[in-house]
């Protein structure tokens, strides 16, 4: 069986927060015993509610910051001692392209540079052929060769995230790690950038671990779903699964409160809006992390932590996951 190409296991992250009026020793809870897979040629997107984990996840698998504890795994090999020993090759294999395409461009290097920067660094190809090359992967995101002499600031903003998505597949990346890649741009821009996405997948069989806010996107464009909550996976399935029902009272309730046309939010059978706010991660509850918010919650919730388990056809971290499943 081919391992993932992408793999966390138990991946933690936590940040101290500094000393000062009898705080020293508080951490923020970032990441709690996240584990998920990217498999080849998949797209796996991560969801939930902002301050979730979801940007955190992604700079760890990136090598972009180090976990605190658990450990995460590229092509099934300990990507941690790879970051150590073989970097270079571990950040050709995976590639990110995040949210602002502003902010992830040199405003002062023109495009060819930027692109060919990536070529250069890991030593693709002659010199003298890299402007060609550039021009290649330019046409590929579907802008033209004009563009290489061109500034980011000369640019739309889908042209500039396009140039990120050329820079990123420059080196021929495994998976690409999408953080909010569409978020910033303007609706109709949106739909070109994915349909750009789904067509390099389908040439290049590269994999995507996509984060994202929009839930009706991910329906569209992922063949899995992992739903995120304060640090922890509650739920991940199959897109098809998720679409029939949502086992985790949160993830029925987050995807219950995006908008849908032609049904009304308060819609019969559709799951009431959450009430109360989303825990400090400082100080997180005990036991299930969402019981606080949870419709369901007994008093097993508040003092046991539930496990990341099967449920049918998904994973689910849920005491009560088959009560529900029979009720959905």
Same mark, same amino acid.
């Given at each position: 069986?081919?391992?993932?190409?992408?793999?966390?296991r138990d991946l933690a992250k936590r940040f101290p927060i500094a000393g000062g009026? !009898?705080?020293?020793? &508080? *951490?923020?809870? %970032?990441?709690?015993?996240?584990?998920?897979a990217v498999e080849a040629g998949e797209?796996?997107?991560?969801?939930?509610?902002?301050?979730?984990?979801k940007s955190t996840l992604a700079n760890c698998l990136t090598g972009l910051m180090p976990p605190s504890a658990g450990s995460f795994l590229l092509q099934g090999e300990d990507a941690t001692a790879m970051l150590r020993q073989d970097p270079m090759r571990f950040r050709r294999s995976v590639q990110i392209v995040f949210q602002d395409p502003y902010a992830s461009l040199n405003p002062r290097r023109r495009i060819a540079d930027t692109v060919?920067?990536?070529l250069r660094i890991h030593g693709l190809g002659p010199r003298r052929d890299r402007r060609g090359r550039v021009?290649?992967?330019l046409a590929e995101v579907g802008l033209a060769e004009e563009h290489l002499d061109r500034y980011p600031h000369e640019l739309s903003g !889908?042209?500039?995230? &396009? *140039?990120?998505? %050329?820079?990123a597949l420059a080196v021929e990346p495994v998976v690409v790690i999408c953080d909010e890649p569409v978020s910033a741009l303007d609706v109709s821009i949106q739909a070109q950038v994915i349909n750009l996405l789904r067509d390099v997948q389908r040439r290049r069989g590269v994999a995507y671990l996509f984060i994202s806010h929009n839930l009706a996107l991910v329906r569209h464009i992922a063949r899995r779903i992992a739903v995120m909550y304060l640090g922890e996976v509650v739920e991940i399935g199959s897109t098809a699964a998720l679409n029939r029902r949502m086992l985790h009272p949160y993830?029925?309730?987050?995807?219950?409160?995006?908008?849908?046309?032609?049904?009304?939010?308060?819609?019969?059978?559709?799951p009431p809006p959450l009430s109360g706010d989303v825990p400090s991660p400082i100080d997180p509850p005990p036991g299930?992390?969402?019981?606080?918010?949870?419709?369901?919650t007994q008093a097993r919730c508040k003092v046991e932590a539930p496990a990341l388990r099967p449920v049918d056809d998904r994973l689910v971290r849920c005491h009560f996951a088959e009560e529900i499943a029979e009720a959905a």
């Open positions: 069986m081919t391992a993932p190409v992408l793999e966390a009026m !009898g705080r020293s020793g &508080r *951490v923020v809870h %970032a990441l709690n015993g996240v584990s998920l797209t796996l997107a991560v969801v939930g509610e902002s301050g979730c984990g060919g920067d990536a021009a290649e992967l !889908g042209q500039r995230q &396009r *140039v990120a998505i %050329a820079r993830s029925r309730a987050l995807f219950a409160a995006a908008p849908e046309i032609g049904r009304a939010a308060d819609a019969p059978g559709r299930c992390r969402f019981h606080t918010r949870c419709p369901h």
